[in-house]
């Protein structure tokens, strides 16, 4: 038996900004933009990596979500209080200023840490933290 990761999500409150972010400042490619049923189910992946594609969902995407649960998301994600991204790089000084020039907010510059990485973090329009580290 095999189990392998093929999508995870980051939730977002607005997917406009969230695919510019994502697409042209990290530069991800995207898998899926589609509308159905007055929704979005738009994926992204990185080109290396075509088996693992990343959901962005706004709070409520899924339909019988109760209106106070949507609130209490959208509040948790304002306050960047929902649980970050990090994305492998062998160059984070270069994704770094590369994202940085986009006009993301820097959280962190990149660093070396003491448990054997060099990383770096930002925050995406929606507040959700967003880290690169490169091992090595």
């Not at 510019?20 to 990185?46: I, K, M, P, S």
């Not at 590369?98 to 006009?103: C, D, E, I, N, T």
């Amino acid at each position: 038996m095999t189990i392998s990761l093929s999508h995870c999500f980051v939730i977002v409150h607005d997917y406009d900004e969230a695919l510019a972010f994502y697409r042209d400042a990290v530069g991800l490619e995207v898998r899926n933009d589609v509308q159905f049923e007055g929704n979005r189910w738009l994926t992204l992946g990185a080109a290396g990596q075509p088996e693992v594609e990343i959901g962005l969902e706004i709070p409520g995407y899924y339909p019988n979500t109760l209106p106070e649960d949507k609130r209490a998301t959208a509040a948790l994600l304002a306050k960047g209080l929902l649980p970050g991204i990090i994305f492998r790089t062998d160059d984070c000084d270069k994704i770094f200023d590369r994202v940085r020039a986009s006009g993301a907010d820097v959280l962190q510059e990149p660093m070396d840490q003491p448990y054997g990485v060099r990383d770096c973090a930002f925050r995406d329009p929606s507040g959700t933290m967003v880290r690169f580290s490169q091992t090595g």
